[in-house]
C-alpha cells in the first residue's frame, strides 16, 4: 500500500505528464506535423502509461486528465519549443524531488525513467528546435501557419 507522499508523487507526475501530451497535441493542432512535437507527445503518453501502472499495481484510482481542453496555446513554433525547454528543465527538478519522497524501487525505477528521458532526449530536441526556429537564415520559420481553434 502506498502511503500518502507516495500516492501525491504519483498525482504531480500524472498531471505534469497529462499537461505535456495535452500541450503537445494543441501545438501540432496550431502548426501541425512539427517535430520534435510528433515524436515527443508519443513518448509522453507511454510516460502516461508506466504511471498509470503504477496506479494499477497499488491499486489506486487513475486520476483524470485536468489539462483536456486547457492546453496553452503559443503564436509560434519557437515560442512552443522554448517553453519546451522550460518544461523539461522543470520536469527534471519535479522527479528530483519525487524521488526523494519513495524508498519503493519500482517508483523509484520508472520516476528515474521519465527524468532521464526528459534530460537526455527531450530536453535536447526542443533546445535544437528552438535553436532552429529562432533567427535562422529564412526569417520566420517560428511564425504561425495556421490558426487553431480555440
Not at 501525491?8 to 501540432?28: C, F, M, N, P, S
Not at 524508498?103 to 532526449?121: C, H, K, M, P
Request: glycine residues 10%.
Amino acid at each position: 500500500m502506498l502511503n500518502e507522499a507516495e500516492i501525491d508523487a504519483l498525482g504531480e507526475a500524472l498531471d505534469d505528464e497529462y499537461k505535456a501530451v495535452a500541450t503537445y497535441e494543441q501545438v501540432i493542432a496550431d502548426f501541425g506535423e512539427v517535430r520534435p512535437f510528433t515524436n515527443i507527445v508519443e513518448s509522453e503518453r507511454r510516460h502516461i502509461e508506466a504511471l498509470c501502472t503504477c496506479y494499477q499495481r497499488y491499486s489506486v484510482p487513475i486520476p483524470e486528465n485536468p489539462w483536456l481542453g486547457r492546453a496553452p496555446r503559443f503564436d509560434s513554433i519557437n515560442e512552443a519549443c522554448k517553453a519546451g525547454v522550460d518544461g523539461e528543465i522543470e520536469n527534471a527538478a519535479m522527479y528530483d524531488r519525487l524521488l526523494d519522497t519513495t524508498t519503493r524501487a519500482d517508483l523509484i525505477e520508472v520516476f528515474g525513467n521519465l527524468r532521464r528521458a526528459s534530460q537526455e532526449n527531450h530536453l535536447e530536441a526542443f533546445r535544437r528546435c528552438a535553436d532552429r526556429q529562432g533567427d535562422g537564415p529564412a526569417g520566420g520559420g517560428g511564425r504561425r501557419r495556421r490558426r487553431g481553434r480555440g
